[in-house]
Nanobody
Framework: EVQLQASGGGLVQIGGSLTLSCAAS????????IGWFRQAPGKEREGISC????????YYADSVKGRFTLSSDNAKNTVYLQMNSLKPEDTAVYYC?????????????????WGQGTQVTVSS
């Protein structure tokens, strides 16, 4: 059974940093696309980063490029999202997700399995 456990969210000040973790069980990260998404209140779910998803390299949305870094520890079957220089507009529930397809791109509907989400709040 595929399971994803996201953690690491919290309250941080503008300009601060957080690292989100997504621990997986029931499959190996090597074989699937892994994506990070976020959803702010009243907004659609936004894809922000993915790996093995069809872009060739790790994909970053323009909104987070240069500030967020996706990495993985295959031994721990865990993917991380290092978030730096956080802004109020980064406030959202963050989700990790897995797709069987390596061409899931950053399209939420192409990801079959989702973690439970972790809240990130950036305030002044």
């Amino acid at each position: 059974e595929v399971q994803l456990q996201a953690s690491g969210g919290g309250l941080v000040q503008i300009g601060g940093s957080l690292t989100l973790s997504c621990a997986a069980s029931g499959f190996s990260f090597d074989d699937y696309a892994i994506g990070w998404f976020r959803q702010a209140p009243g907004k659609e779910r936004e894809g922000i980063s993915c790996v093995n998803c069809g872009y060739g390299n790790i994909y970053y949305a323009d909104s987070v490029k240069g500030r967020f870094t996706l990495s993985s520890d295959n031994a721990k079957n865990t993917v991380y999202l290092q978030m730096n220089s956080l802004k109020p507009e980064d406030t959202a529930v963050y989700y990790c997700a897995v797709s069987y397809s390596n061409e899931a791109w950053i399209i939420p509907t192409l990801y079959e399995f989702w973690g439970q989400g972790t809240q990130v709040t950036v305030s002044s």
